[in-house]
């Protein structure tokens, strides 16, 4: 089973600092997505941002990007400019190949933004 | 924009009852899931639906079954409620292969369940 791991149960940033959520996982496959969730409090949990084992190119949607080593399994999210709105828990995950493509989520981190 | 509804934000159920939780997705997606959340302990897949009345045990299914009757529905069902089901319960929603976004989850806004 491909399992996930974020080290970091909890992590502060200020407004307008980057911030660096990480996470690890674990697979024998050679073709997989990668994913980042936010589940803002009491709302609905959002893609944040998806990447695509075969492509090299590190993927960036605005004021988020991602650190994907394939060779580490390694899959980090920075935030750049950090907003109030960007807290929340943040959630990575792999998507199956089996399972009707189901994800297997990380544990989560609590991302909380100061003023 | 995709809209995953549950028929439930918060419930408060007696132990030993039948408990209903509900799942409506209104992008004719093939898929759907049920997923418990647990602080700490992230998510985990407690059912899924490839198709209408087709279903498959996730990585917990004790304890719980599911009913997919029209494609749009999917329903999670604890037979017998337990104070160990107390939980946030997810449901998702996502296209089948061969569409343009068929990688990607939508979730409904989640149901809390307490059990006493």
């Known amino acids: 089973a491909q399992t996930v791991t974020q080290s970091q149960p909890e992590m502060s940033v200020q407004e307008a600092e980057t911030v660096t959520l990480s996470c690890t996982y674990d697979?024998?496959?050679?073709?997989?997505?990668l994913f980042w969730y936010k589940q803002p409090p009491s709302r609905q949990m959002i893609l944040v941002i998806r990447?695509?084992?075969?492509?090299?190119q590190n993927a960036t949607e605005n004021r988020f990007s991602v650190n994907f080593q394939k060779a580490a399994k390694s899959f980090s999210l920075k935030i750049s400019d950090s907003q109030l709105g960007d807290a929340a828990m943040y959630f990575c995950a792999y998507r199956r190949s089996l399972s009707g493509y189901a994800l297997n989520f990380g544990k989560g981190t609590s991302l909380l933004v100061t003023p | 924009d995709v809209k995953v509804t549950q028929s439930s934000r918060y419930l408060v159920k007696r132990t030993g009852e039948k408990v209903f939780l509900e799942c409506v997705q209104d992008?004719?997606?093939?898929?759907m899931f049920w997923y418990r959340q647990d602080p700490g302990l992230g998510l985990r897949l407690i059912y899924f639906?490839?198709?209408?009345?087709?279903?498959e045990k996730g990585d917990i299914p004790e304890g719980y079954s599911v009913s997919r009757e029209k494609k749009e529905r999917f329903s999670l069902i604890l037979e017998s409620a337990s104070t160990n089901q107390t939980s946030m319960y997810l449901c998702a929603s996502s296209p089948g292969e061969g569409t343009a976004q068929f990688y990607e989850q939508y979730f409904g806004p989640g149901t809390r369940l307490t059990v006493t």
């Open positions: 992008m004719d997606h093939e898929n």
């Open positions: 697979t024998s496959e050679s073709d997989y997505y």
């Open positions: 639906s490839y198709d209408v009345k087709m279903k």
């Open positions: 990447q695509e084992a075969y492509k090299q």
